[in-house]
């Protein structure tokens, strides 16, 4: 959305929610945005600007509310499209295994999507698609 600068994200992250908030007619996206923080009330205390250049990291003992949110909106935007193709397929797959709960499906399947993430950054190259496919398989195969 806003390629690497977080202040920014994070705005939209509140312009949306206060343009809700005051009942105004929202943009697709920022309906997306809006919903995936209706399903986060435990993020709600973050939206200010307090938030816009706090770092979250594992010795807080916290997750990063606009990573995580971030994560859903990707997670999301890929079902939408289904791409990679056939993330859709799997995912109804995986919420089937989660007893229809897409949310904990969803959160499981961020999983995979952090793991892909965090290894394509750590090897200086693009996410690989067919690991995350794989691990989508694994996790509708496995509980």
Known sequence: MFGQDRSRLRQFYFDCWDKAQRGEALQPLEKLVVDVLRQHPEYHRHLSADALDRDWTPEDGETNPFLHMGMHIALTEQLQADNPAGVRARYQAV????????????????????????????????????????CLDRLASSR
Request: aromatic fraction near 8%; charged fraction near 20%; proline fraction near 2%.
């Open 95 to 134: 919420s089937q295994r989660y007893a229809g709960d897409t949310h904990a499906a969803e959160h499981a399947m961020m999983e995979c999507l952090g793991l892909v993430l965090w290894e394509a950054q750590r090897q200086g190259r693009l996410p690989d698609q067919q690991a995350f496919l794989d």
